[in-house]
């Protein structure tokens, strides 16, 4: 952490403490499952599905936005998200 510059650490930080966020969202979701199905009236194996096909398809939009991100930058495909 020491040869990183003023910016790179403030950078290091901040991808830290989105990936922690994310982190910590996902295992909310887990944690309140039950809460989830009682709430949309859903059983729980059709939440615990949606939770896994979440997971499964993140490496797959990954892969595509990176994709669009190197040919057209990453604004772009950030506002295709949003």
């Known amino acids: 952490m020491r040869s990183l510059s003023r ?30 199905a009682k709430e949309f009236n859903v059983g729980l194996p059709a939440i615990l ?6 997971l499964a398809m993140r490496p797959v939009g990954a892969l595509i936005f990176g994709i669009l991100a190197d040919r057209f930058g990453r604004r772009t495909p950030l506002m295709m998200i949003e």
């Open 7 to 36: 910016d790179q650490r403030y950078t290091f930080l901040a991808s830290f403490l989105g990936w922690s966020l994310d982190a910590f969202d996902f295992f909310l979701v887990t944690f309140v499952t039950l809460r989830i």
């Open 49 to 54: 599905f949606a939770v896994t096909l979440t």
